[in-house]
């Protein structure tokens, strides 16, 4: 079977190409991919190329199919898995493997496993670290968003506290404690949000921040204060003391703290909000491997601050966050803010920072420039459709594509 991808080969070189998939073996399986979304790691691996832990040395010459953040639908069970996945079946990939030998990853470091791409080849490894999970939503897209909202669920568990009188652990964010998460309103501090409030532990202040005014006001519109959480949405550009600013906000300090920005200063001023015994989750990964920032031992030793961080989640937080979208508890289609095809995905992946905004979802059979939601025409009929959800992804919208948009 033929299949259009898109391949790196070194740094800054992205290809769609055309190839054949070889035929599949017996540990293997053969499967499209419906809907990629695109991740900021992605962008790093691309600037890296072979320098990436995650990616081959010889990638120039054995190029890996992109993208980690997909969703699709089985089309050929190889004997080995016949016993557990059928033919027709949805699913979706935890692409954080956590292999014992190697760092390998889909999306990173496979020929034919990747998420960008209009069919693969799913190696053997997904399978025996039980990473190909079945999914039973009602759209593709939601899919490609349970992979990054299982990253915010392995966070969120990653914090921890200590039992009273004792130096035990007890795993997730205080209830009923002020949460603040730093430059919260990309996607990621969007989910971010949406699982502070309907996870199953519940703050009772969190605060966001952010220097964009509009990112703020969207993020507000979207997470109001609710079901006894008070929220907070603080515009912390061009403030000299943002610490002082932040205090006065809850009348204290934070039981925990996301940082989801690698900012030296940032990590700084979070470690001096923490409350005695509070909790710092440096959520953001810096590509710069001499990264660091001065925090505070004294606190630490004294006050029993704590400071963790979390890359990925794993693959009970994968199948934790497939039941909150299946069960629609989370609304993932808040985090999607442009759309495009298989053939707009090198250049939309190279340039994210500068495109800004939130998540970029790839329709892999389809072609399609990079489409900004707010700016899809409103007359047009995909313009009527997202009107009906005051311009949120939708089933519908999706539906739109898959019937109507050009194939590649």
């Known amino acids: ?46 600037n890296q190329g072979g320098d990436h832990k995650k ?80 999914y039973n939503g009602e759209t593709f897209f939601e899919g490609s968003l349970i992979e990054p909202l299982s990253c915010v669920i392995g966070a969120f568990e990653a914090n921890y506290h200590l039992k009273e009188g004792s130096y035990e652990h007890k795993m997730g964010i205080k209830e009923d404690g002020n949460l603040l998460i730093m430059g919260g309103t990309g996607p990621m501090g969007l989910l971010a949000i949406d699982y502070a409030l309907h996870g199953p532990i519940r703050p009772k202040h969190l605060v966001v921040t952010d220097r964009n005014p509009e990112k703020l006001a969207r993020a507000e519109k979207l997470y109001p204060s609710q079901d006894g959480i008070t929220v907070h949405y603080v515009n912390v550009d061009n403030v000299e003391d943002q610490v002082s600013l932040l205090q006065e906000t809850v009348d204290g300090g934070f039981d925990d703290i996301f940082v989801m920005v690698p900012s030296e200063q940032v990590i700084t001023d979070a470690a001096n909000l923490l409350n005695p015994e509070g909790c710092l989750n440096f959520f953001a990964g810096p590509q710069n491997k001499d990264f660091s920032a001065k925090v505070n031992f004294y606190d630490v030793h004294y006050s029993f601050t704590h400071f963790v961080g979390t890359s990925g989640g794993n693959t009970e937080d994968m199948r934790k966050a497939v039941k909150l979208i299946e069960d629609k508890q989370v609304k993932v289609a808040n985090v999607v803010t442009h759309i495009l095809g298989l053939d707009a995905v090198a250049e939309t992946t190279l340039n994210q920072p500068a495109i800004g905004g939130g998540k970029k979802l790839v329709y892999t059979h389809k072609q399609s420039e990079l489409k900004k939601l707010s700016e899809i025409d409103p007359a047009s009929e995909l313009g009527q459709i997202l009107a009906k959800t005051d311009g949120i992804w939708s089933k519908e919208a999706e539906e739109y594509v898959l019937k109507h948009f050009p194939v590649i």
């Not at 079977?1 to 035929?23: C, H, N, Q």
């Not at 639908?73 to 557990?84: P, Q, S």
């Not at 935890?94 to 791409?117: E, F, H, I, K």
């Open 1 to 46: 079977m033929k299949t259009k991808a898109v391949r790196l080969y070194g740094k800054k070189d992205l290809r769609l190409e055309e190839f054949e998939l070889p035929t599949i073996k017996e540990n293997e399986i053969l499967a499209s991919v419906i809907t990629d979304s695109i991740c900021m790691s992605t962008w790093k691996l691309a």
């Open 55 to 134: 990616a081959p040395d010889n990638v120039a010459e054995n190029p890996i199919i992109v993208g980690h953040e997909f969703c699709g639908e089985i089309l050929e069970v190889g004997g080995k898995w016949a016993h557990k996945y059928k033919k027709g079946e949805r699913y979706v990939v935890q692409a954080n493997l956590q292999l014992a030998d190697r760092p390998d990853c889909p999306g990173y470091s496979y020929v034919y496993t990747g998420g960008d791409a209009t069919h693969i080849i799913i190696s053997e490894d997904v399978m025996n670290q039980d990473c190909l999970i079945p």
